[in-house]
């Protein structure tokens, strides 16, 4: 399975950003789908999951901001991202699971104060 992502840029605070990640190859079995970001010196950490049946969850600081939803016909998983603040500034990587887990090569979301 490859995970493609897209969707990153440079954002004013209080804007919006909508990430795409679109997984190829052999995605039969894949169940859970979601993103996590990393800033520098920091470990990735979990921003929202989404199941193969479309149950959600979603760090505390991006509940109520954030929405990830996924298209299973596409094999693709957005993250709409609404409100950002110059603490969502990261890199964001997706994540795909069957049996593995897979990620996505990373992009970068940069919201300026």
């Known amino acids: 399975v490859q995970l493609q992502a897209f969707g990153g840029g440079l954002v004013q605070a209080g804007g919006f950003l909508r990430l795409s990640c679109a997984a190829s190859g052999d995605t039969a079995n894949i169940d859970n789908m979601g993103w996590f970001r990393r800033t520098p010196g920091k470990q990735r950490q979990l921003v929202a999951t989404?199941?193969?049946?479309?149950?959600?969850n979603y760090a505390d600081s991006v509940k109520g901001r954030f929405t990830i939803s996924r298209d299973s016909a596409k094999n693709t998983v957005y993250l709409q991202m609404n409100r950002l603040k110059p603490e969502d500034t990261a890199v964001y990587y997706c994540?795909?699971?069957?049996?593995?887990?897979?990620w996505g090569q990373g992009t970068l979301v940069t919201v300026s104060s």
């Open positions: 989404i199941t193969s049946g479309g149950s959600t």
């Open positions: 994540r795909a699971e069957d049996a593995f887990r897979y």
